[in-house]
């Protein structure tokens, strides 16, 4: 399988570390609102992943961290640097613990309505703090951390490897750090330092003891700890994210886990492009952020988002518009008819699935998979066989394909009753007792599509 490596910039042949056994992390979501379909991009972008590595017989373990504390971020509203989990608890009245239930819960419901296979791990942050620690002891034992009031920063002047990834290398620091700096760290001793562990604020409610006094982990510290602590392993196979978190958040990853370990940290690094709506960043402020109750209140089916965002190449910028999700939802919903007017399925159009192989080891190119599907359900070949490939294939595209199917076919003993008494109707020319029937049955939520002397009865989409 061939696949892009933010590392080293180029297209590689995918080969992980042990056979067939492949170890993948995913950075997973702060959870304090809902997700939204910028951050399902991304995550559906792993799941393909995960997907097509299973169907090639790879033995796929994969962990996504919840980040329920530590990730400070600022915050225009009050001009403030915040950790977003406690300054919701703050606002809301509850408890962080309680927000950070809460939105985990809705974002694991919202993956599964897009189809995400849940990984196999999911690290909170506050469950591992003690794992951190131990890796920010190691960084002070081998010199690559300090203390400093309370606060420890990572020492990136120590990391001759540092920017290796993001291209952000030491030289270039200077004028980027003005760009990502979340807070005035007035006690570092170089401005790209970055922090492992943060004094607590006096007011804080979550916090811990630790060697350095009380306070929270940094929140790339995280990361390192929870992947290799998960994974048992101090070098994963891949590393997925949106393309953000590449400077400075998986920079940092990089930093303090090689630091630390004298190992590769990550073999393959896959990157997802952003996801704009109306061709914009998603910004609160605009009302451009949506999620999957957005697009549920419309009456569209997050299933039609995720096929959407087949239609644009991972690596690519995608553009949002609720035209292009109309569309989808079109093609999804013919896709379903298609498939439930199938029969059984019966072996296979091979030429099809290998075409269709090669688009995913084509970088994932899932345009191009999507139009080889097309392609073979119009198709001469025989219904079986074409049942059959397309079930295949939906095993990494994950659109529920069969399911839907028998959703659209199964239709009460009453209602197939009716249908025969119309063809019968039909049949002696009782066209207008036949079509009261019609609007009936219409009327109960099913469509009606007659052949010369039949007729196929669907549930309505
Ligand atoms: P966050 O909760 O902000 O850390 O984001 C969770 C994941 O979603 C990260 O991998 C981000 O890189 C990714 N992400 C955030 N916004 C977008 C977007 N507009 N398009 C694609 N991915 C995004
Ligand atoms: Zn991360």
Redesign the pocket.
């Known amino acids: 399988m061939k696949l892009y490596n933010t590392l080293s910039r180029t297209i590689e042949e995918f080969v992980p570390l042990n056979d067939k056994k492949v170890n993948m992390y995913t ?1 997973g ?2 959870v304090y609102r809902e ?1 939204h379909i ?2 399902l ?2 995550y559906i972008t792993s799941d393909i992943l995960v997907r097509t590595l299973k169907a090639q017989g790879y033995d796929v373990t994969s962990v996504m961290n919840i ?1 329920d504390v530590g ?1 400070f971020r600022f915050s225009s509203d009050i001009n403030k640097v915040i950790d977003p989990v406690m300054q919701e608890a703050k606002e809301t009245g509850k408890s962080p613990l309680e927000i950070s239930r809460k939105y985990t819960d809705i974002f694991l419901k919202d993956a599964k309505k897009v189809g995400i296979i849940p990984a196999d791990f999911y690290p909170r942050a506050t469950d591992h703090i003690g794992d951190m620690i131990e890796l920010i002891e190691v960084l002070l034992e081998k010199g690559f951390a300090y203390i400093a009031e309370g606060n420890v920063y990572f020492d990136v002047k120590k990391f001759k490897d540092y920017g290796k990834l993001s291209g952000n290398t030491l030289d270039k620091m200077e004028s980027l750090m003005e760009a990502v700096r979340v807070s005035v760290e007035t006690d570092k001793n170089d401005s790209a330092d970055f922090a492992l562990w943060k004094k607590a604020e006096p007011d804080r409610v979550m916090k811990w003891d630790s060697p350095w006094g009380q306070g929270v982990p940094g929140w790339h510290i995280e990361c390192s700890a929870m992947a290799q602590k998960t994974l048992q392993m101090l070098t994963l196979d891949i590393h997925t ?5 590449i400077f400075p958040h998986h920079e940092d990853e990089i930093a303090q886990s090689e630091a630390a370990s004298g190992q590769p940290f990550v073999k393959h690094w896959t990157h ?1 492009n ?2 704009l709506v109306d061709s914009e960043k ?1 910004s609160r402020s605009k009302r451009y952020v949506y999620t999957v109750e957005d697009l549920e209140k419309k009456k569209f089916s997050p299933l039609a988002f995720r096929y959407l965002t087949f239609m644009t190449h991972y690596r690519s910028k995608m553009n949002f518009t609720w035209e292009g999700l109309e569309a989808a939802q079109s093609a999804l919903d013919k896709l379903y008819e298609t498939a439930a007017s199938l029969p059984n399925p019966q072996g296979g159009v091979l030429k099809f699935e290998a075409k269709f192989e090669d688009a995913l080891n084509n970088d994932l190119n899932m345009p191009q998979a999507v139009s080889v599907l097309w392609e073979m359900v119009r198709s001469k070949n025989p219904k079986g066989q074409i049942a059959a490939s397309l079930y295949k294939m939906d095993e990494v595209l994950g659109l529920s394909i069969k399911d839907k199917a028998l959703e659209l076919v199964n239709i009460p003993q009453g209602v197939l009753e009716m249908v025969s008494e119309r063809v019968k109707l039909r049949r002696d020319r009782k066209y207008n007792a036949a079509d009261l029937i019609r609007a009936k049955i219409e009327r109960m939520g099913y469509v009606l599509e007659d052949t010369k002397d039949s007729s196929r009865i669907l549930r309505k989409i």
């Open positions: 950075c979501p702060t997700i910028g951050n991009r991304t980040t990730h994210g949106g393309e953000d978190l997802t952003f996801l998603m």
